[in-house]
């Protein structure tokens, strides 16, 4: 019985030391810096408006506009009219 004491001990202490024992993971590769036009359009400030309908906020470009120049969130609304 206490061979298999030790045993247990041993195969536990092996386990925990060879076990911590692995290689440090690889860090990230260094993402590519250079800017394309998708990024560069997404670090300048968009221009938002407000729905001339329901007041909601949008970029000028997902803005839908009437005859006189209006913004509005979707064409839905732009049907409806202003408020």
Known sequence: MKYLLVLLVLVVAGFLFFGRRRPPPKPPAAPDRTPTKATQDR?????????????VHLPRADARLDAAGRPYCSDAHRLLGPR
């Open 43 to 55: 670090q300048e400030p968009q221009v938002m408006l407000a729905c001339a309908h329901c007041g």
